[in-house]
């Protein structure tokens, strides 16, 4: 069966990592967190030039030059594991590159993907309960968010994923705890579909 890479997307506080823990979790998958994978060198690079580690939303530096390093590091990473055979979930916003439809069909190309299977795994949530997430989890990176929470929701509203040739699967993970089920029973459905189109 051809390996999947999952792009699981969604705002910050969203629940991303939960899901995409009880996916790999479950069905063996490498799961690549771009916080995990990146922060340690991101930080560094914000510091040598005059920021705070933790500045990203607001952050010009970070937005331009940072931010693009950290997710072609994170694709590599994701590629050397689907060269093995190996599906992956990738962890991150991927918010900067909703708006080019053609951002899937560029990736197939530079990474040859003739025998991967992409996907869109978008976790929503309210943004009420968005709101006393981050308050609660108390992230330095968090509090521009915060602080300028009426812009942060707007953004958030406008920028939609338009990808063309990708499955998006929407899971809304408001309530208290992720809807497991669900969420097993759309992968379950992907892998019966994927394991047809093999035979």
Not at 45 to 59: A, H, K, T
Not at 177 to 196: C, G, S, Y
């Amino acid at each position: 069966m051809k390996p999947a890479v999952i792009f699981l997307i969604g705002s910050a506080g969203s629940g991303k990592s939960t899901a995409g823990k009880l996916l790999a979790a479950k069905y063996n998958l490498v799961y690549l967190d771009k916080d995990t994978v990146c922060n340690h060198f991101t930080g560094m690079l914000l510091q040598s030039n005059g920021y705070s580690p933790f500045d990203r939303d607001g952050c010009d530096f970070y937005q331009d030059t940072v931010m693009e390093l950290e997710y072609r590091t994170l694709l590599d990473v994701a590629n050397s594991n689907l060269e093995l055979g190996l599906s992956v979930i990738l962890d991150a916003p991927f918010i900067k590159y909703f708006s080019n439809k053609d951002y899937i069909v560029e990736l197939k190309s530079r990474y040859g993907w003739e025998h991967v299977h992409p996907l869109v795994l978008q976790v929503t949530v309210d943004f009420p309960v968005l709101k006393e997430r981050l308050r609660l989890r108390g992230l330095e990176r968090d509090a521009w968010k915060l602080a300028h929470w009426d812009e942060y929701v707007q953004s958030v509203q406008e920028k939609q994923c338009l990808w063309d040739g990708i499955e998006i699967f929407r899971f809304d993970n408001s309530a208290a705890a992720p809807d497991e089920v669900n969420l097993h029973n759309w992968f379950e459905k992907i892998r019966e579909q994927r394991h047809r189109k093999d035979e």
